[in-house]
C-alpha cells in the first residue's frame, strides 16, 4: 500500500472515530451517564486497534441489517484488534461471556450502566453510518445473533426505549 493510500485510510478512521464518539457522547449524555460517554471506545486509539481498524473498516460491507460481523473477515490482525476491543470495553455483549474449560461458556448479566452505554453505542454507530435504524429495531433484527443473560436482555428492551418515552 502506498504512503498516500495509508493517509487517507488513517485520517478516514480518524474521521470515524471522533464522528462515532461525538455520537456516542452526546446519547450518553442524554442517558446521564457522561463518564461513560468520555471514555467510550478510547482503546481504539491504541496502535493495537487503531491500525488493524483503519486497514480494515474502509473496504469491509455489512449485511442488510447492519450487523457488523467482525469474525467473517480472514483478516487476522483485525480479528485480534476486535477481540483485544470486546475485553477492553465492557459495553460489548462479548465482553459478558465466560468461555468454561468443558467447552461451554457462561452468559453473564451485563450492569445497567454497560447496557445503557451499548444502546448509545448502536445508537452512535448508526448515526456516524448515516442509518436511521433506531437501537430497538436494530436489536429486534439481530437479537438473535447475540449470546445474552435474560436479565441483559430485559434491560435491553427498556433502555432501548428514548428516555422520554419510559
Known amino acids: 500500500m502506498n504512503k498516500d493510500k495509508q493517509e487517507k485510510i488513517v485520517w478516514k478512521n ?28 478510547i482503546s481504539k486509539f491504541l496502535p493495537s486497534e487503531f491500525f488493524p481498524y483503519a486497514r480494515h473498516d474502509f473496504d469491509k460491507e455489512r449485511d442488510d441489517t447492519g450487523y457488523y460481523k467482525p469474525t467473517d473477515t480472514g483478516d487476522k490482525a483485525f480479528d485480534f484488534a476486535w477481540l483485544l476491543h470486546q475485553k477492553r470495553n465492557k459495553h460489548h455483549w462479548q ?26 453505542d448502536w445508537r ?37 426505549v428514548p428516555k422520554n418515552n419510559r
Open 14 to 41: 480518524v474521521s470515524y472515530l471522533f464522528r462515532h464518539r461525538w455520537f456516542v457522547l452526546v446519547a450518553c449524555f442524554r442517558e446521564g451517564i457522561i463518564w461513560r460517554g468520555l471514555m467510550h471506545d
Open 95 to 120: 465482553w459478558w461471556i465466560l468461555p468454561e474449560d468443558n467447552g461451554g461458556v457462561k452468559i453473564l448479566e451485563m450492569p445497567d450502566i454497560y447496557v445503557r452505554e451499548m444502546i448509545c
Open 124 to 160: 452512535g454507530a448508526g448515526k456516524a453510518q448515516g442509518n436511521k435504524t433506531p437501537p430497538l429495531m436494530w436489536f429486534k433484527k439481530n437479537r438473535e445473533k447475540m449470546q445474552l443473560h435474560p436479565a441483559t436482555e430485559d434491560k435491553i428492551w427498556y433502555y432501548a
